[in-house]
């Protein structure tokens, strides 16, 4: 069981039920629990992809993960993606319709073509943001268009834990280091944007109070920049694959506090505060199993 839970990265999909929740706040809907299931079923759906199409390149690199170590076999590994995947799709059909199927198609599309294709390519980066800004965009629903700033401030924030991801063995150069920090920056930037957008067309539950919870956004965004940008500019004067490794477990879960402001700024203070619970839950599991 271990093996399995290492091979999906388990403590990592802590950061996932946050996606669908920011997706529901900017549209003003309610979160869907069930569409919060299917992100994380497809989350790890592509973290047991991955380790099969790298289980070759694991082997040299990474022998200690579950596939190279022997732990898992390469067939149960495709085998547990596929069913991860489908359970996934009917999980996102019965919690959200049609509609809700048709995004969590295109993100099952999108995780697959990063694992076996655009992983190693230029386009990498960028390709597994767009799982991500799916996955903000599955819990929108109808009202997606509203969504798209939080979406893209979880994207770019994605965008530069990739960067991260590519120099976890080689150890990051400067370039690296100077990416990651654009991307968590335009995330902070991106998050600010949608937390202030014109919600003259809410209803008075989401107009109440709104200064305060824009305020709390404004918190949570500077815990954010707080708890990421040290790390990643640490990366300059410590770049070896052991920091690199690190600051891409860190910034896994720095998706938290972002999610959990663009939450609080779609007028769900509480619902932010109880995401926000899970970032200790998360460190503290990721400090006993890999999440990289």
């Known amino acids: 069981m271990r093996a399995l839970l290492e091979l999906v990265r388990a403590p990592a999909a802590l950061s996932v039920p946050g996606d669908t929740m920011a997706g529901a706040a900017a549209a003003g809907r309610r979160p ?3 569409l919060a299931l299917a992100s994380v079923l497809m989350y790890w759906s592509g973290m047991a992809l991955n380790d099969w199409a790298d289980r070759e390149a694991d082997a040299v690199e990474r022998p200690e993960r579950p596939i190279p170590s022997g732990r898992v076999r390469p067939g149960a590994a495709l085998g547990l993606a596929a069913a991860l995947t489908g359970a996934g799709l009917a999980t996102a059909a019965v919690a959200g319709g049609r509609r809700a199927l048709t995004v969590a198609g295109l993100l099952a599309g ?8 655009l992983k190693r390519t230029a386009a990498g980066p960028a390709s597994m943001a767009a799982c991500r800004v799916l996955d903000v965009l599955l819990g929108a629903g109808e009202q997606a268009r509203a969504a798209v700033p939080a979406a893209l401030a979880i994207g770019a924030h994605t965008y530069g834990i990739s960067v991260l991801g590519r120099a976890e063995v080689t150890g990051a150069t400067p370039g690296t280091a100077e990416r990651a920090l ?3 920056t335009a995330a902070a930037g991106l998050a600010a944007a949608s937390c202030l957008r014109d919600r003259a067309g809410a209803g008075p539950s989401r107009l109440r109070n709104g200064a305060a919870a824009r305020a709390g956004a404004g918190v ?4 954010y920049l707080a708890s990421t940008l040290p790390v990643q500019a640490g990366l300059r004067t410590r770049p070896d694959p052991e920091n690199v490794r690190q600051a891409v477990r ?3 879960l720095g998706l938290i506090p972002l999610q959990a402001a663009a939450v609080a700024g ?8 109880a995401l926000l619970c899970s970032l200790p839950v998360g460190r503290w599991l990721s400090s006993r199993l890999a999440t990289s």
Do not use: E, K, N, Q
């Open 32 to 34: 869907a629990p069930g």
């Open 110 to 117: 999108a995780v697959w073509a990063y694992d076996l294709g």
């Open 182 to 184: 654009v991307a968590s």
């Open 220 to 223: 949570l965004i500077a815990g």
């Open 250 to 252: 860190l910034s896994i």
């Open 266 to 273: 779609g007028g769900r203070p509480a619902t932010a505060g």
